[in-house]
Protein backbone atom coordinates (compact mmCIF):
# COMPACT_ATOMS: atom_id res chain seq x y z
CA UNK A 1 0.00 0.00 0.00
CA UNK A 2 1.62 3.06 -1.34
CA UNK A 3 2.42 5.70 1.60
CA UNK A 4 1.17 9.29 0.94
CA UNK A 5 1.54 12.25 3.35
CA UNK A 6 -0.94 15.46 3.59
CA UNK A 7 0.38 18.18 4.95
CA UNK A 8 -2.66 20.76 5.99
CA UNK A 9 -2.89 22.62 9.39
CA UNK A 10 -6.95 22.11 8.77
CA UNK A 11 -7.93 18.72 10.24
CA UNK A 12 -11.01 18.85 7.85
CA UNK A 13 -9.17 19.17 4.83
CA UNK A 14 -6.49 16.26 6.11
CA UNK A 15 -9.78 14.31 7.29
CA UNK A 16 -11.41 14.52 3.83
CA UNK A 17 -8.44 13.93 1.63
CA UNK A 18 -7.40 11.28 4.01
CA UNK A 19 -10.40 9.43 3.37
CA UNK A 20 -10.48 9.79 -0.40
CA UNK A 21 -6.87 8.31 -0.20
CA UNK A 22 -7.59 5.08 1.53
CA UNK A 23 -10.96 4.89 -0.45
CA UNK A 24 -8.40 4.75 -3.35
CA UNK A 25 -6.45 1.88 -1.63
CA UNK A 26 -3.58 4.23 -0.50
CA UNK A 27 -2.34 4.73 3.13
CA UNK A 28 -1.64 8.42 4.15
CA UNK A 29 -0.04 9.81 6.87
CA UNK A 30 -1.15 13.06 8.39
CA UNK A 31 0.72 16.22 9.15
CA UNK A 32 -0.15 19.34 11.17
CA UNK A 33 1.93 21.64 10.27
CA UNK A 34 5.63 22.07 7.44
CA UNK A 35 8.07 21.21 10.16
CA UNK A 36 5.97 17.88 11.38
CA UNK A 37 5.62 17.52 7.52
CA UNK A 38 9.58 17.41 6.90
CA UNK A 39 9.76 14.85 9.73
CA UNK A 40 7.27 12.39 7.95
CA UNK A 41 9.58 12.51 4.87
CA UNK A 42 12.62 12.35 6.65
CA UNK A 43 11.19 9.50 8.31
CA UNK A 44 9.23 7.47 5.72
CA UNK A 45 11.97 6.84 2.81
CA UNK A 46 9.17 5.20 1.05
CA UNK A 47 6.83 7.93 0.45
CA UNK A 48 4.73 7.67 -2.83
CA UNK A 49 3.84 11.28 -3.06
CA UNK A 50 3.23 14.66 -1.16
CA UNK A 51 0.12 16.68 -1.17
CA UNK A 52 1.38 19.78 0.87
CA UNK A 53 -0.67 22.94 1.32
CA UNK A 54 1.27 26.11 1.05
CA UNK A 55 0.17 28.10 4.29
CA UNK A 56 1.12 26.57 7.24
CA UNK A 57 2.69 27.14 10.61
CA UNK A 58 6.34 26.32 11.46
CA UNK A 59 7.09 26.50 8.23
CA UNK A 60 5.21 27.02 4.99
CA UNK A 61 4.57 24.95 2.07
CA UNK A 62 6.87 26.27 -0.34
CA UNK A 63 9.60 25.98 2.08
CA UNK A 64 8.24 22.07 2.53
CA UNK A 65 8.40 21.60 -0.94
CA UNK A 66 12.03 23.06 -1.52
CA UNK A 67 13.44 20.82 1.14
CA UNK A 68 12.09 17.63 -0.62
CA UNK A 69 13.14 18.55 -4.05
CA UNK A 70 16.89 18.84 -2.22
CA UNK A 71 17.31 15.43 -1.57
CA UNK A 72 14.26 13.62 -3.44
CA UNK A 73 12.12 13.48 -6.65
CA UNK A 74 8.95 12.78 -5.02
CA UNK A 75 6.27 13.99 -6.70
CA UNK A 76 4.75 17.18 -5.16
CA UNK A 77 1.20 17.84 -5.23
CA UNK A 78 0.81 22.01 -3.74
CA UNK A 79 -2.91 23.38 -2.18
CA UNK A 80 -3.45 26.32 -1.77
CA UNK A 81 -6.50 29.05 -1.24
CA UNK A 82 -4.52 31.99 -3.29
CA UNK A 83 -4.92 31.41 -7.41
CA UNK A 84 -2.38 33.76 -8.22
CA UNK A 85 -0.83 33.15 -11.55
CA UNK A 86 2.75 34.24 -9.85
CA UNK A 87 2.20 31.71 -7.06
CA UNK A 88 1.29 28.96 -9.02
CA UNK A 89 4.33 29.66 -11.55
CA UNK A 90 6.36 30.28 -8.33
CA UNK A 91 5.04 26.50 -7.40
CA UNK A 92 6.22 25.24 -10.29
CA UNK A 93 9.91 26.77 -10.08
CA UNK A 94 10.64 25.02 -6.80
CA UNK A 95 9.77 21.63 -8.24
CA UNK A 96 5.96 21.05 -7.70
CA UNK A 97 4.61 18.71 -10.11
CA UNK A 98 0.94 19.95 -9.79
CA UNK A 99 -0.72 23.10 -8.07
CA UNK A 100 -4.94 22.57 -6.76
CA UNK A 101 -6.41 25.98 -5.82
CA UNK A 102 -9.26 25.47 -2.33
CA UNK A 103 -11.75 24.63 -2.36
CA UNK A 104 -10.83 21.72 -4.90
CA UNK A 105 -13.07 18.98 -5.71
CA UNK A 106 -11.55 15.85 -3.81
CA UNK A 107 -12.37 13.63 -7.29
CA UNK A 108 -10.21 15.78 -9.38
CA UNK A 109 -7.59 15.45 -6.42
CA UNK A 110 -7.70 11.59 -6.41
CA UNK A 111 -7.02 11.55 -10.43
CA UNK A 112 -4.19 14.33 -10.32
CA UNK A 113 -2.82 11.80 -7.62
CA UNK A 114 -3.46 8.37 -9.49
CA UNK A 115 -1.86 10.53 -13.02
CA UNK A 116 1.57 11.33 -11.06
CA UNK A 117 2.16 7.98 -9.68
CA UNK A 118 1.49 6.92 -13.15
CA UNK A 119 3.79 9.47 -15.08
CA UNK A 120 6.21 8.49 -11.98
CA UNK A 121 6.13 4.87 -12.97
CA UNK A 122 4.63 4.17 -9.43
CA UNK A 123 1.22 2.76 -10.87
CA UNK A 124 0.17 0.30 -13.26
CA UNK A 125 -3.25 0.14 -14.66
CA UNK A 126 -5.17 -1.59 -12.28
CA UNK A 127 -8.05 -4.11 -13.43
CA UNK A 128 -10.21 -6.28 -10.87
CA UNK A 129 -11.55 -9.30 -12.52
CA UNK A 130 -14.02 -10.89 -10.76
CA UNK A 131 -15.73 -13.46 -12.20
CA UNK A 132 -17.47 -11.84 -15.03
CA UNK A 133 -17.61 -8.56 -12.99
CA UNK A 134 -14.57 -6.58 -14.38
CA UNK A 135 -13.16 -2.93 -12.41
CA UNK A 136 -10.82 -0.91 -14.34
CA UNK A 137 -9.67 1.93 -11.77
CA UNK A 138 -7.33 3.59 -14.27
CA UNK A 139 -9.89 4.15 -16.67
CA UNK A 140 -13.12 3.74 -13.99
CA UNK A 141 -14.41 0.74 -16.44
CA UNK A 142 -16.62 -1.41 -15.42
CA UNK A 143 -17.69 -4.36 -17.40
CA UNK A 144 -20.16 -7.31 -17.04
CA UNK A 145 -19.77 -10.38 -19.25
CA UNK A 146 -17.55 -8.10 -21.07
CA UNK A 147 -20.36 -5.71 -22.06
CA UNK A 148 -19.54 -1.68 -20.36
CA UNK A 149 -22.26 -0.98 -17.65
CA UNK A 150 -22.43 2.84 -17.02
CA UNK A 151 -22.59 4.00 -13.25
CA UNK A 152 -22.71 7.04 -11.96
CA UNK A 153 -19.59 8.37 -10.03
CA UNK A 154 -20.98 7.21 -6.51
CA UNK A 155 -21.85 3.90 -7.99
CA UNK A 156 -18.93 3.16 -9.14
CA UNK A 157 -17.10 4.26 -5.82
CA UNK A 158 -19.26 2.23 -4.05
CA UNK A 159 -18.67 -0.95 -6.25
CA UNK A 160 -15.11 -0.61 -6.14
CA UNK A 161 -15.54 0.19 -2.03
CA UNK A 162 -17.11 -3.05 -1.54
CA UNK A 163 -15.06 -5.09 -4.12
CA UNK A 164 -11.87 -3.82 -2.47
CA UNK A 165 -13.14 -5.32 1.00
CA UNK A 166 -13.80 -8.51 -0.56
CA UNK A 167 -15.67 -11.24 2.18
CA UNK A 168 -16.05 -8.47 5.01
CA UNK A 169 -19.40 -8.22 6.30
CA UNK A 170 -19.47 -3.90 6.40
CA UNK A 171 -21.85 -1.67 8.06
CA UNK A 172 -24.30 0.66 6.00
CA UNK A 173 -22.74 3.28 8.47
CA UNK A 174 -19.41 2.09 7.49
CA UNK A 175 -20.00 2.05 3.63
CA UNK A 176 -21.78 5.62 4.31
CA UNK A 177 -18.29 7.33 5.54
CA UNK A 178 -16.40 5.73 3.16
CA UNK A 179 -18.16 6.70 0.45
CA UNK A 180 -19.97 9.68 0.96
CA UNK A 181 -17.61 12.25 2.72
CA UNK A 182 -18.18 13.83 5.87
CA UNK A 183 -20.03 16.69 4.32
CA UNK A 184 -22.74 14.42 3.47
CA UNK A 185 -26.59 14.88 5.62
CA UNK A 186 -28.19 12.06 4.63
CA UNK A 187 -28.98 8.99 5.88
CA UNK A 188 -28.18 5.06 6.10
CA UNK A 189 -31.16 4.67 3.38
CA UNK A 190 -28.74 6.46 0.75
CA UNK A 191 -26.87 3.29 0.99
CA UNK A 192 -29.86 0.86 0.49
CA UNK A 193 -31.09 2.83 -2.69
CA UNK A 194 -27.73 2.83 -4.13
CA UNK A 195 -27.10 -0.58 -3.40
CA UNK A 196 -30.18 -1.62 -5.35
CA UNK A 197 -29.69 0.63 -8.15
CA UNK A 198 -25.79 -1.04 -8.23
CA UNK A 199 -27.54 -4.77 -8.47
CA UNK A 200 -29.79 -3.64 -11.13
CA UNK A 201 -27.00 -2.45 -13.38
CA UNK A 202 -25.08 -5.11 -12.70
CA UNK A 203 -27.60 -7.95 -13.52
CA UNK A 204 -26.87 -11.27 -12.29
CA UNK A 205 -23.18 -9.96 -11.45
CA UNK A 206 -25.29 -7.61 -8.71
CA UNK A 207 -25.77 -11.20 -6.72
CA UNK A 208 -22.05 -10.82 -5.93
CA UNK A 209 -23.46 -7.80 -3.61
CA UNK A 210 -24.64 -9.71 -0.02
CA UNK A 211 -27.05 -8.62 2.14
CA UNK A 212 -26.03 -9.15 5.79
CA UNK A 213 -29.59 -8.94 7.63
CA UNK A 214 -29.09 -6.62 10.70
CA UNK A 215 -26.30 -5.01 9.39
CA UNK A 216 -25.23 -4.02 5.86
CA UNK A 217 -23.63 -5.87 2.69
CA UNK A 218 -21.23 -8.20 2.40
CA UNK A 219 -19.41 -8.29 -1.34
CA UNK A 220 -18.41 -11.91 -2.67
CA UNK A 221 -17.92 -13.16 -5.86
CA UNK A 222 -20.04 -16.53 -6.51
CA UNK A 223 -18.51 -19.50 -8.79
Known sequence: MKKI???DDESRIRRLVGD???REGFAPIEAADGREAL????????L????????????????????????????VIMLTARGQESDELFGFELG????????????????????LLRRSGQLSRSVHSLNGL??????????????????????YELLLYLANNQGLALSRDQILNAVWDYNFFGD??????????????????GDYIQTVRGLGYRFEVLA
Open 5 to 7: LIA
Open 20 to 22: FLR
Open 39 to 46: EVFNEHHD
Open 48 to 75: ALAILDVMMPECDGWTVCREIRRNSSLP
Open 96 to 115: ADEYITKPFSPQVLMARVQA
Open 134 to 155: EIDESARLVRVDGERVHLSPKE
Open 188 to 205: VRTVDTHIKKLRLKLADK
